[in-house]
Structure formats: C-alpha cells, structure tokens
C-alpha cells in the first residue's frame, strides 16, 4: 500500500520481515536502508560484506529467493517477505563449515577473505543448479564478482572442489 | 555511500502508480530491479524525493507472443528471457543481444523496460529496440482516466540517459518485433572487461533472398552517440556481403558514426572498433540467414499458453527453485 505522498516523511519507518537463513527475522527501518545494511546493521549478520556499494565488487552478494543478488543494490524494504541467504547460512548448526567453504579453505580460494562471502553464495547456487559445471560455466557465474588477493585461479579450482565435496556428501 | 532519504510508495495497481506519478510529477522516480538507478542513489547523483515501486503491481510480468512481436511487461528481469525457451525460440536476437548485459547476477534483478527507460547510450536493449523499430507502451493518469500511447523507438531516446517520457508516464511493456523469415542476426561488442560497458557495439540484421543475396541490412550501435544510431546498411551490400564487400560496408559504417573521445576510448578508435565489428557481424548474420540457423518462428499456442501462464508463479522466483 502507498503512504499518502504528502503526509509521508522520509524518516517514517517499515516494518520489513524476512526469512534469513531459515530464520524469520523483522526490523523497523527507513525506506533508503540498503538490504545489505539491514543485514549487518539491524540483524547483526556481518558476514555479508560491504565493498563498493555500488554493484561493482560482489562482496554483498545474497541469496534472494535462491537467486544471487547484490544487496547493496537492493532496498530492504522492496524485499519485505523474501526468502535471503547469507553466508551464515551455509555452515551447519554447529558451525561446522559446509562443502562449499571446505573447499575454498583447501585450495587457498580465499587470502584476506573480504570477498570470499560473495564467491561462497555465487558458488553455491552455481552448483545447486548446475553440479558438475565446467570452467567457463564458472567463470561465467563468478566472473562479476572481484578479488583483489587469488587471482582467481585458486577460486576456481575451489569451486570445482566444492562441486567434488557436495557430490561425495550431499548435504 | 548511503542513498538520500526518499518517501518509498508501493502501489498495488497501475492506476495506482499513475495516480501517484500524476501527483508527485518530477519528484518521483519509478524503481523496479534498481541495478541502475540504486548506484546513482548511492553516488547521490539522483535524490528524487520519492520511489514508486512497481514489483508489486500484478499482471506487469507479462512476457509471450503479440502482433508479431514479443512483449516484456515492465516487472521482467533481464535473467527470465534468457530462461524460457519460448522467448529463445521467438527472438533469439533479444536473447542473445540480453546475454551481453552485465553479469548474471546484475541480470537476476534488472528489467527490460528499466533498461529502455533508463535510455543508457552504453546498454544493449536501446540499440535492440531501435534496430527492430520497437517500441514501448506508456501509460499516465490524466484528467481524471488513465490514458495509454504507443512510442517507437524512434521517437523514444532523446540523449543520454533521457526518453521522450513525460514525468507522468510509466512503461508498461516493450515491444520488440520478431524477425522476418530470411532474416539473420547478430550481435557483437568489445570491453575492457567482461561485463561491462561496451567500448563499441553493434546489433544487426541482414536479410537474403532465394538465392542467398542480401537484399537489406540494418545496424545498431551502442556507445557510438548520446542515442542508438540506426544504419541503413542496404547500399553497401551490393549483392556480395560479407567477403569481397565488407570493405564498402566499414566504410559505410565508419563515414555514418560520429562517436566522440572519452576515457575509455578515443573517437578514432571507436570508429574503428564499430566498423570491424559490423564486418564480423554481417559475416555471421548473414550465413545465419543462408543456413536459416535462426529458430522458426513458435507456434501461437505454445506462445499464448505461455502468456496466459499464471502471473504469480513466475513472479515468484521461488517457485521454480
């Protein structure tokens, strides 16, 4: 429902529920919160990470709906009743690294790891709809995202990993 | 940065967004994927007082088959022409022309009408529409009715970044004519970068007779000009095409494009790059229009099916997950 555009401020706040990580979540904020600051600010999730905010970098990358998204582009309020992923969601309950993350550690796809959020979540729905990609499929999934530590390399090899781990152990 | 302050409105109909739109005139801006609009936000180089949000207007998210062209409703991500078969099928050109915007994940969240609307001379979809002398329908709320217009692509660009839009009128649908039988296509582009903005490119179409003959042809640049510039390719293909007559059509191309110096590239370069690209794409448009390679047309029932398909399921992202 629209607000009546000439009672309506600026600072009024909306009440946005979302559903993270399977976990249904709320906050009261101002239309112009961008969903990756909801996510670190108002919901305490600092896992994802705030590079450019401006959709160049991929560090903010979520899950929307299963989709790959950048919050840093994305009004929380525009996603009031989404289902997101973020990458807390990705270890298990007891905090116990899922494939994904297993591999980026056991080939070094990761150095100072501000950017490893957004390859995580890109390489997880990569595999979720495709499991056995080949090297430009990845490329092509994880090239709009930047890393200014691996040259890219050792992230690609991890994703071909985390194709081979999620295969030995699906989750 | 952090975007300014804004009233955020989400109107549930196109009445009610119009009537908004009518209201609040130039201190509103429509917003439907944001992959545009949200950067300038956050640069401040826009600080409109208010968003109106379309996502949650139904029946916007209509895409299928009509009149010889296929219609994108104005809530359709660039990522869902790219995923149904029907749209591969009755306009391979718009697909593949979509394939080269940004990256997936930008493509998850923009829309097609957006992308028209937002008029980047840089953007492949301008150049797409203008080429195929599409158009858009536009809708606004005026003297008390709602009131709706056809614009052609023609008609709809005016410079960078500005449409012929009035501040009232929200895109409803795009329309892009689906191509002629014996017609082939192709697009090419070259950047620094996979993803970004293109240096130069180029959408055309070329179209042969019985015996193979090109008998007209038309190209569409982007980032050649502050608008898509179409060009008649007709005169240079002098029966042959591609091959011997390629050197009349760079030169066709080269004396029709005025593109100016800027950091990426200089005028003369993209001159350049814009003619060779046109060469590489008449070769491959046109043995796609010998080969008869482009995919016949679909059936209307398949088509109309697809359009009559509930509009909720494929709002909803989730659904197909």
């Not at chain 2, 790219?82 to 697909?95: K, Q, S, T």
Request: proline share 7%; aromatic share 4%; with cysteine.
């Amino acid at each position: 429902m629209s607000p009546n555009p000439r009672t309506s401020s600026p600072a009024d706040l909306h009440e946005v529920v979302v559903t993270v990580n399977g976990v249904t979540r709320s906050a009261r904020v101002p239309a112009r919160r961008l969903l990756s600051d909801m996510l670190r600010h108002d919901l305490r999730l600092t896992g994802t990470h705030v590079g450019c905010e401006h959709g160049v970098c991929g560090a903010c990358t979520v899950l929307l709906e299963g989709e790959p998204i950048r919050s840093c582009l994305t009004f929380a309020v525009m996603v009031d009743g989404a289902r997101i992923t973020t990458v807390e969601g990705l270890a298990g309950p007891d905090g116990e690294l899922g494939p994904v993350q297993r591999a980026f550690r056991e080939c070094h796809g990761l150095q100072c790891g501000f950017c490893t959020p957004g390859f995580l979540l890109l390489t997880t729905e990569l595999l979720s709809r495709s499991p056995e990609p080949a090297d430009d499929e990845i490329v092509d999934a994880l090239g709009g995202n930047l890393c200014r530590c691996t040259g890219y390399v050792n992230i690609v090899r991890s994703v071909r990993r985390a194709a081979e781990l999620a295969r030995e152990q699906p989750s | 940065m952090k975007p300014p302050p804004f009233v955020y409105h989400r109107p549930a109909s196109v009445e009610e967004a119009t009537r908004l739109l009518a209201e609040l005139r130039d201190e509103a801006k429509i917003v439907a994927g944001g992959q545009s609009l949200v950067p300038l936000l956050n640069f401040r180089l826009a600080a409109p007082a208010h968003l109106v949000d379309i996502n949650g207007i139904t029946g916007l998210d209509r895409l299928g088959w009509a009149d010889g062209a296929v219609e994108v409703g104005a809530t359709v991500r660039h990522s869902r022409l790219l995923r149904e078969r029907e749209v591969a099928a009755a306009h391979p050109l718009l697909v593949e022309a979509t394939g080269w915007i940004a990256h997936p994940v930008i493509r998850n969240r923009g829309t097609v009408c957006g992308s028209l609307a937002h008029a980047d001379p840089a953007a492949e979809l301008p150049a797409v529409l203008a080429l195929l002398d599409g158009g858009v329908e536009a809708v606004s709320w005026r003297g008390g009715s709602q009131a709706s217009r056809r614009v052609p692509a023609a008609e709809l660009f005016a410079g960078p970044l500005q449409t012929t839009l009035e501040v009232d009128e929200l895109v409803v649908a795009a329309y892009f004519p689906t191509l002629a039988a014996g017609t082939g296509w192709a697009v090419e582009e070259l950047a620094r970068r996979h993803g970004d903005y293109a240096l130069a490119g180029i959408v055309l179409t070329v179209t042969v007779d019985g015996e193979g003959k090109p008998t007209s042809g038309r190209a569409a640049y982007l980032s050649c000009a502050p608008t898509p510039v179409v060009v008649d390719i007709g005169p240079a293909l002098g029966g042959g095409g591609g091959g011997a007559g390629s050197a009349t059509v760079y030169d066709l191309v080269a004396s029709s494009l005025d593109p100016t110096d800027d950091i990426h590239a200089t005028a003369v370069y993209r001159r350049h790059l814009a003619a060779t690209l046109t060469v590489r794409a008449l070769d491959r448009a046109l043995s796609r229009a010998r080969t008869g390679t482009q995919p016949p047309q679909p059936e209307l029932a398949a088509v109309s099916d697809a359009m009559a398909a509930p509009t909720a399921a494929s709002s909803d992202g989730g659904a197909e997950r």
